[in-house]
């Protein structure tokens, strides 16, 4: 997981590659919403050409802990 601008960087050394950015997410992108789905269907085709992505623009902002009792979700929501 590296910061958007450090992928797309990258991208430019990898005349085969895809950078994919997943919005609202931190540094363990792979359990969060459908990137799970994403990730095994690549790895299934081993190809990006075909890979819905767009249900990345659906993931939300995680919840903040406020304190042990666990998280709490932002009324902007």
């Not at 797309?8 to 540094?27: C, D, I, R, W, Y």
């Not at 790895?43 to 406020?66: G, H, M, Q």
Request: glycine content about 6%.
């Amino acid at each position: 997981v590296t910061p958007p601008f450090w992928g797309e960087a990258m991208k430019q050394h990898f005349p085969n590659s895809s950078h994919l950015v997943a919005p609202n997410t931190g540094h363990n992108v792979a359990p969060v919403g459908c990137t799970k789905d994403i990730i095994a269907d690549f790895i299934n085709t081993a190809s990006y050409e075909e890979l819905d992505v767009s249900c990345l623009d659906d993931i939300k902002r995680p919840s903040f802990f406020l304190n042990t009792s666990g998280p709490v979700r932002s009324t902007e929501e």
